[in-house]
Every structure is written in structure tokens, then in C-alpha cells.
């Protein structure tokens, strides 16, 4: 459980720091499904899944106050492009995660 949440937050930290140099729609999309990994141990998958959604539209809006936006022209499409990572990795992550935990744990 500890090094789920690990994984989360290393991935959570580096989106923030490295964000110009990491593509915004992976980056969105495998943080999103690393936080419903975490979350999923706590919650149902369903909110497991809404809830890294929205932690990965915060996680975005800090890496942009951090950084700075130097074309607020191209803020709305930025947002578009980390709203649809983060609803892809919601998406792949409710249908993957029942799929992954039945192969690494199957006695469950």
C-alpha cells in the first residue's frame, strides 16, 4: 500500500517540477491512473477514479501557477488537453484495474 502511494506522489512531484518537459496528456493520463491505483485500496473504484480526476486537475493548475503562463491565450486549450489525459486515465483505470488485480492478486 505504501509504495502505491509512493509511486503516486514521485509521479505527482515530477509533474509539477518537470512540467514543460514531460507531454501534458501522458502526464495527466499516468498520474490519474497512479492515483486511482492509491486510492483504490481506500475507496470504491468508481470514486477511486473521480477523485484522481479531480487531484490531477489540481495537480495541473499548481504546475501552471508555479511556472507561469507566459501565453494566457493558450490556457483553455492547455486545460483541455489535462482535463482529457486525466479522463482517459479515469476511463483506462476503471476498466484496467479489476484486469490487474486479478492477475497480481488471484486469490482474491
Given at each position: 500500500m505504501i509504495a502505491r502511494?509512493?509511486?503516486?506522489?514521485?509521479?505527482?512531484?515530477?509533474?509539477?517540477?518537470?512540467?514543460?518537459?514531460?507531454?501534458?496528456?501522458?502526464?495527466?493520463f499516468l498520474l490519474t491512473f497512479l492515483l486511482t491505483n492509491a486510492l483504490w485500496q481506500h475507496v470504491p473504484l468508481k470514486r477511486a477514479c473521480i477523485m484522481a480526476f479531480a487531484l490531477t486537475g489540481l495537480a495541473a493548475i499548481i504546475g501552471e501557477l508555479a511556472l507561469g503562463t507566459?501565453?494566457?491565450?493558450?490556457?483553455?486549450?492547455l486545460w483541455l488537453v489535462d482535463a482529457l489525459g486525466?479522463?482517459?486515465g479515469a476511463l483506462v483505470s476503471y476498466i484496467a484495474m479489476p484486469l490487474v488485480d486479478r492477475v497480481f492478486n488471484p486469490q482474491r
Open positions: 502511494w509512493s509511486i503516486a506522489l514521485v509521479w505527482a512531484g515530477a509533474v509539477v517540477v518537470l512540467w514543460p518537459a514531460i507531454p501534458r496528456l501522458f502526464a495527466t507566459s501565453d494566457f491565450a493558450a490556457v483553455p486549450v486525466a479522463l482517459i
